[in-house]
Nanobody, 124 residues
Framework: QVQLQESGPGLVKPSQTLSLTCTVS??????????WHWIRQSPGKGLEWMGV???????YYNPSVKSRCSVARDTSKNQFSLQLSSVTPEDTAVYYC????????????????WGQGTQVTVSS
């Protein structure tokens, strides 16, 4: 059973880079069963999908964060990561990593398995 755990600092200063890691167990990050996503949630904005990395290493991002967002994977550690640069208080949210179930050669997930989420506050 795939399990995911977010980790990283809970406080980031404005203009700096938010960096989070998702540790995956129960599956390799190199698999045709899942692709790997970052999603965030705030009371004012609700759920916001941020980006994904696929088995071939291709990445895609929400236009709302594309210019600032990078998703990568580390196969040796079975992890994938999120970096969000030039953060502002508007980036304060609970950040989730998620495994998207993909089938039939499509990269569009049928459903998600979620991590617990981690609160990140952007403040000086």
């Amino acid at each position: 059973q795939v399990q995911l755990q977010e980790s990283g600092p809970g406080l980031v200063k404005p203009s700096q880079t938010l960096s989070l890691t998702c540790t995956v167990s129960g599956s390799s990050v190199i698999t045709n069963h899942y692709n790997w996503h970052w999603i965030r949630q705030s009371p004012g904005k609700g759920l916001e999908w941020m980006g994904v990395i696929n088995i071939d290493g291709s990445t895609y991002y929400n236009p709302s964060v594309k210019s600032r967002c990078s998703v990568a994977r580390d196969t040796s550690k079975n992890q994938f990561s999120l970096q969000l640069s030039s953060v502002t208080p508007e980036d304060t949210a609970v950040y989730y990593c998620a495994a998207g179930v993909v089938t039939g050669g499509s990269s569009c997930p049928q459903t998600f398995y979620w991590g617990q989420g981690t609160q990140v506050t952007v403040s000086s």
